[in-house]
């Protein structure tokens, strides 16, 4: 069992995180006034001293728990901190994204550091603070206090001495509108919407006092987004979740070139290294050495990826301006539609960022040269062939992280087919659900080009939304029977977890055609080729084919579809 503290913006995001996993755990906030919906976790609300949480974490059987409370919750850092040492429980660290200091704002450790020599305040270090900064109004200072609109925080901040002209509201969000010589500010980080309120002072003209936020307890293990604590979380306790998460080949490209440009630069070998993802979280990768390049093993996790194990090398030589190159086993580039023109590297435009935000810190531009010992003979796996990239796997990732059997990520790549098919110069694309039934259609088009036939897997809604948004002119759509069953009752996602075959809507088809067969020993959609009269076959097929028509056509307002019905033999049916 897993016991978070939240109550904040970082609190939500791991709720967001656990509820991906299969295991249970409580929530807890000390107000119980954020709302937060749990499906697999039970909520508790009010504070726990020590003897609380020990006695709670007993009963409970905690085994880890995710600290994402405020920054400045210090009693709470502490307190947990104590109780996990007494029980031997992991603390994972659900940190936030904080900006650098800059040389503009006064950084102070406590509110004594506050200069004096300030004729008005706005406050917004939140309404436990307004105690602490009372003895400033004994000596002349005026202070507003910017406070939450809430009745408890109102009835708080009366009862600490503070009066109703000299409270404001969060009403207008980061907005300033109180004429103030400086303004106290809590690094709150990115979640706390610290950057839009320094902006907002500096354009007032506001001299800008930060408190610093404390130090966490050494022991913590922290992250600072949710790849992190997901991974961090399967680590410790792995039953948590079914499926375990893996790296993108762009991180691992990304991990390598930072651990070879730290060697490069600074003559280090460190066993894991920080690397920035998209989303601005850091997560930490191993890494390997060898003669002239750091490298780092692909880990898939449970995703079914063909390129897990695979090693990804980078080898890093100073610039003037940073190059990207391909070595042994990745691919070239040889038809439009991609990032970039052929002739070049498959290195998609999101590693190539990634790799160039992760190693621009060290003060200057390099030349990246990835390759892959044995990309060649996995790519020949891969979809590489068929987008026309030859000679080896390619390095990709958007996210940077790969989510075991991840939808997103196969959807990316039939975005990708389609668009390759769109730059191919045809108006025609041919969507088919696998080999097989590509076989079948294939002959029907003989004059298309390779690019112009996409598989979709089960996702055939989303590749009819992907063709409208890319304005492609004719779809054709080929289906066997098990996927246009599903299909014709609506499922436009036809995966076994959400979409299985409807007898009663196939006795209903099979009525309206005047063909009312006994299907109650039907076990797979197939076994209906041999069991309708061959008299009636066509019609059935159409009659299939009218109610996917039915389900397709609205993705497509702009562009015109066919659907062809194949079955085991190839025999394919259109209306």
Not at 290 to 303: C, I, L, Q, T
């Amino acid at each position: 069992m897993l016991l978070v503290f939240g109550g904040t913006t970082e609190g939500r995001k791991a709720v967001e995180v656990l509820e991906e996993g299969t295991g249970a755990y409580y929530y807890s906030t000390k107000t119980g006034e954020q709302d937060v919906v749990l499906h697999h976790g039970q909520r508790i609300d009010g504070a726990m001293d020590t003897e609380a949480m020990l006695n709670f974490c007993h009963v409970h059987d905690i085994r880890l728990i995710v600290d994402a409370a405020h920054p400045f919750a210090q009693v709470l850092h502490q307190t947990i901190a104590c109780v996990a040492e007494k029980l031997q429980i992991p603390v994972i660290r659900y940190e936030r994204i904080y900006p650098p200091r800059t040389n503009d704002i006064l950084w102070i450790d406590n509110y004594q550091q506050i200069p004096r020599n300030i004729h008005t305040l706005l406050a917004t270090t939140g309404v436990q603070s307004i105690a602490r900064l009372k003895p400033f109004e004994d000596e002349g200072m005026r202070i507003i206090y910017r406070i939450l609109p809430r009745e408890t925080s109102i009835h708080l901040a009366h009862q600490q001495g503070a009066t109703d002209d000299q409270l404001c509201f969060y009403e207008d969000g980061q907005k300033i509108d109180i004429e103030a010589d400086a303004i106290l500010l809590k690094e709150s980080g990115v979640s706390g919407g610290f950057i839009e309120k320094v902006d907002a002072a500096r354009k007032r003209g506001m001299r800008i006092i930060v408190l610093k936020r404390p130090a966490m307890p050494t022991s913590f293990l922290t992250v600072n987004g949710p790849h992190g604590l997901r991974r961090e979380i399967e680590h410790l306790v792995p039953e948590f979740y079914p499926l375990h998460s893996g790296l993108t080949t762009g991180t691992c490209a990304t991990a390598a070139a930072v651990a070879a440009a730290i060697r490069l630069t600074k003559g280090d070998t460190p066993d894991k290294v920080p690397v920035i993802l998209p989303n601005g979280e850091t997560i930490h990768v191993a890494v390997a050495y060898g003669d002239g390049y750091a490298s780092v093993f692909k880990e898939a996790g449970d995703d079914p990826d063909v390129t897990n194990g695979l090693e990804i090398r980078v080898c890093v030589d100073k610039a003037r301006q940073f190059e990207f190159l391909g070595g042994e086993g990745v691919g070239i580039i040889t038809l439009p539609g991609f990032d970039y023109p052929p002739g070049s590297p498959a290195i998609n435009k999101a590693p190539r960022e990634m790799i160039r935000q992760n190693i621009e810190p060290f003060g200057t531009a390099f030349k990246v040269t990835i390759s892959v010992p044995r990309g060649a003979e996995i790519a020949l796996r891969t979809f590489n062939p068929r987008l026309g990239i030859e000679g080896g796997i390619s390095i990709i990732g958007v996210s940077g992280i790969v989510k075991p059997f991840s939808e997103e990520a196969f959807i990316d790549s039939i975005r990708k087919c389609m668009t390759i098919a769109k730059a191919a110069d045809t108006d025609c694309v041919v969507i088919n659900s696998g080999g097989k039934s590509e076989r079948f259609v294939r002959s029907l088009y003989p004059n298309l080009p390779r690019q112009a036939f996409v598989e979709y897997g089960n996702y055939i809604g989303e590749t009819l939304r992907i063709a409208s948004e890319l304005k492609i002119p004719h779809i054709v759509l080929g289906v066997m029977l098990g996927k246009a069953v599903k299909l014709a009752a609506g499922h436009l996602d036809t995966h076994s977890r959400r979409a299985t075959m409807d007898k009663d809507f196939i006795r209903e088809m099979l009525h309206e055609i005047h063909c009312d067969i006994n299907i109650d020993n039907l076990t797979l959609a197939r076994e209906l080729w041999e069991k309708i009269p061959a008299t009636q076959l066509n019609a059935f097929a159409k009659n299939i084919i009218t109610h996917c028509e039915t389900h397709c056509r609205p993705l497509l307002p702009q562009g015109t579809l066919t659907i062809l019905l194949i079955d085991d033999e190839g025999t394919i049916y259109e209306k």
